[in-house]
């Protein structure tokens, strides 16, 4: 009887270490559909000037060509909750899938810019409906304790999708002299920067068809024998029958999923869902994109060539996944509040340097140059800025999307915090080529304005979500709709 608590001691590790690599494969391939996003997103950087040539356009057209995408982002966010919670994850993965394998090769294709714009909003719906998707499902089947490292594989799997894109783009740009040159079969490169995009959508619809439907989808669908099964892989036997009776009591206490669960007294919302598209809305306002989506051509005005904008370009990618990999490390270690709070006060700090080192630019347009040493500080504050964001907005808002909302109203919550991160992307986007008209200074400057009302939003409005779990947040929602919780929490981890 003495040796039998070693024996037992002895025997957790394994399965712990078990399902845990279980749980991480899995949430690996829902990751995939971040790796699209980053790529799909990304892609257009390194085309950019070729598509003003090849179709004459003017800086506002070309703004709405590049950002086109970003409101199929939100049409797709829009609708990706209702769908995961008709048809379940899963499926809707292989449906952004193929929406992303449509976008690549319509876009590759185009023969006109409103066609060019048509198959970059299709492709730009997969990437809301994979924005809504990943981060839903990773945190309902991530054990409690592992739930912020998973959750932040969707936006190490953005950056890594990023940063394949530049290489990509870079890659092809070299290899035929230049974005507008003749590549393979008459087709110039910026062509088949879009439709190499193909391959990872068509291993994203493959690899999505091998892994389990959530648990807590397969439980309100009365699924409950498959639901222990996929529990098993995550979570160990001993732990599955407890996790099952807190599903089931969870859906028990509320009633079917829909949009109306999220209205509330302020201003048609309640206010855990307010607080969601808030994170979100200032994650874009903070001008991350901008970096992303015009640094090849920012570069270029300030004296690099294609070739070099393309590769410093390529160099602030792989920072921006290195810095997501330290995020990961100490997600679940220092919490989510924290993080965001020294994202914050970093990014003011950088996005404000480079509002400064452009007001010594000289010229405009085509023209516009920094002198020395304005342009190496203001290049080595970009990549000080991406550091910060990375490190903490780029994955933190996925985790909390993921996890802040109950059961009852995640989905739906997830769609419209998703959708109006779209469309401020979106805004975002489109208004840089005016803002930068303007005059760069006065376009840095705002969004450090932004970093700063971000960091007083998070100090005052968001709460820490580190270890709890998705049964137990303690939020708006389950405070004006649940029964009072019990005195005593079942054992274990998770």
């Avoid at 769908?83 to 449906?95: S, T």
């Avoid at 290899?175 to 507008?180: E, P």
């Avoid at 760069?440 to 970093?451: I, V």
């Amino acid at each position: 009887m003495v040796d039998e608590p070693s024996r037992a001691a002895a025997q957790t590790p394994p399965e712990d270490e078990h399902t845990t690599g279980r749980a991480l494969l899995i949430s690996v391939v829902a990751a995939i559909g971040g790796f699209l996003f980053g790529f799909d997103t990304a892609v257009i950087n390194g085309a950019v000037d070729a598509i003003r040539e090849e179709f004459d356009l003017s800086s506002f057209a070309l703004g709405f060509t590049v950002a086109i995408a970003l409101l199929g982002s939100a049409v797709g966010a829009w609708f990706a909750g209702a769908a995961a919670d008709r048809w379940g994850r899963v499926r809707v993965m292989v449906i952004a899938a193929g929406l992303f394998a449509a976008g690549a090769i319509g876009s590759g294709l185009a023969t006109a810019a409103w066609d060019l714009a048509l198959w970059r909003f299709v492709g730009g719906v997969g990437v809301g409906v994979a924005s809504v998707i990943a981060p839903a499902y990773i945190a309902e089947i991530a054990p409690a304790h592992l739930r912020g490292r998973l959750g932040s594989l969707q936006q190490l799997a953005i950056v890594t999708g990023i940063f394949v894109a530049l290489l990509s783009d870079a890659f092809l740009a070299r290899l035929a002299g230049g974005a507008d040159q003749e590549l393979w079969f008459g087709l110039p490169a910026w062509r088949w920067m879009f439709l190499t995009m193909l391959v990872p959508a068509l291993a994203y619809g493959v690899l999505a068809l091998q892994i389990p439907e959530s648990p807590r989808w397969l439980v309100a669908r009365g699924d409950d024998d498959t639901a222990r099964q996929v529990l098993r892989q995550v979570l160990g036997s001993a732990r599955v029958d407890t996790k099952i009776r807190e599903i089931q009591d969870s859906l028990n206490r509320e009633h079917r999923p829909r949009m109306s669960d999220i209205r509330g007294r302020n201003l048609g919302l309640l206010p855990i869902v307010w607080v969601g598209i808030l994170l979100s809305v200032f994650q874009q306002f903070v001008g991350i994109n901008v970096i992303f989506y015009y640094s090849t051509t920012l570069w270029r005005s300030v004296g690099f060539t294609e070739e070099s904008a393309l590769t410093i370009t390529v160099i602030t990618s792989v920072t921006n996944v290195v810095v997501t990999l330290v995020a990961i490390s100490l997600i679940d270690k220092i919490g989510r509040k924290p993080l965001l709070l020294i994202g914050s006060a970093g990014m003011a700090v950088t996005l404000g340097l480079m509002a400064i080192c452009f007001t010594q630019a000289t010229g405009s347009g085509d023209t516009l140059s920094l002198p020395d040493p304005w342009g190496t500080i203001a290049l080595v504050a970009a990549n000080l800025y991406v550091v910060f964001f990375g490190v903490s907005w780029g994955p933190v808002v996925w985790v909390l999307l993921g996890e802040m909302f109950s059961n009852q109203i995640r989905a739906a919550a997830l769609a419209v915090a998703a959708a109006a991160q779209w469309l401020a992307n979106f805004l975002i986007s489109t208004t840089f080529p005016a803002l930068a008209s303007i005059g760069l200074s006065f376009a840095y400057g705002l969004y450090t304005a932004f970093a700063v009302l971000s960091f007083v939003f998070v100090m005052r409005y968001v709460h820490e979500t580190k270890g709890r779990e998705l049964e137990h947040m303690d939020n708006a929602v389950g405070r004006a709709r649940r029964a009072p919780a019990p005195a005593t929490r079942p054992p274990g981890r998770t």
